[in-house]
T-cell receptor
């Protein structure tokens, strides 16, 4: 079993829809990161979370440390949101490296 | 503020050769980490350097090595290239509580 699991595997939505992407992890972490990768490779860091909830524009990220679960929500989705969304967890102490989920490919249709 | 710069962007090498990739972090960031991304395995951690010291290492063979210079620039080296080393190699720089900023990557093709 992977240390970081994302669901659903792939996602297609209509423009304007509310989208939720989930991430579950099985190890102790110091932080969880949501990353966005567009075709061509560049990765953008969307959120770094260690507790609670963060909001940036139409994006909201939440984390439940007790349940080892995080969600990324996209409100009023737009075709430009089409990308791969990757959840990564940062270990603790000497094991502070990033471990990544497989990523979710989101396609938003106009 | 300049971002993370990786050079070269694209590289084609022959099996058995060696390659060196370069990463210049954001000014003031002392931590640089390297990642390999392939369609089959996704993103995998290679190693992390902080103030010229390797702080963490992933599960890659010894053919993969790196170093960091006093100006925080980092290089990674892959010796005796194999076809399976074809991948996108990404570096990221970070500072405490700031999170990671990724470079655009170097796409390595081994033929």
């Amino acid at each position: 079993k992977n240390e970081v699991e994302q669901s659903p595997q792939n996602l297609t939505a209509q423009e304007g829809e509310f989208i939720t992407i989930n991430c579950s992890y099985s190890v102790g972490i110091s932080a969880l990161h949501w990353l966005q990768q567009h075709p061509g490779g560049g990765i953008v860091s969307l959120f770094m979370l260690s507790s609670g909830k963060k909001k940036h524009g139409r994006l909201i990220a939440t984390i439940n440390i007790q349940e080892k679960h995080s969600s990324l929500h996209i409100t009023a989705s737009h075709p430009r949101d089409s990308a791969v969304y990757i959840c990564a967890v940062e270990g603790t102490g000497a094991n502070s490296k990033l471990t990544f989920g497989k990523g979710i490919t989101l396609s938003v249709r106009p | 503020k300049a971002g993370v710069t990786q050079t070269p962007r694209y590289l084609i090498k022959t099996r058995g050769q060696q390659v060196t990739l370069s990463c210049s972090p954001i000014s003031g960031h002392r931590s640089v980490s390297w990642y390999q991304q392939t369609p089959g395995q996704g993103l995998q951690f290679l190693f992390e350097y902080f103030s010229e010291t390797q702080r963490n290492k992933g599960n890659f063979p010894g053919r993969f090595s790196g170093r960091q210079f006093s100006n925080s620039r980092s290089e990674m080296n892959v010796s005796t290239l194999e076809l399976g080393d074809s991948a996108l190699y990404l570096c990221a720089s970070s500072a405490d509580l700031v999170g990671y900023t990724f470079g655009s990557g170097t796409r390595l093709t081994v033929v």
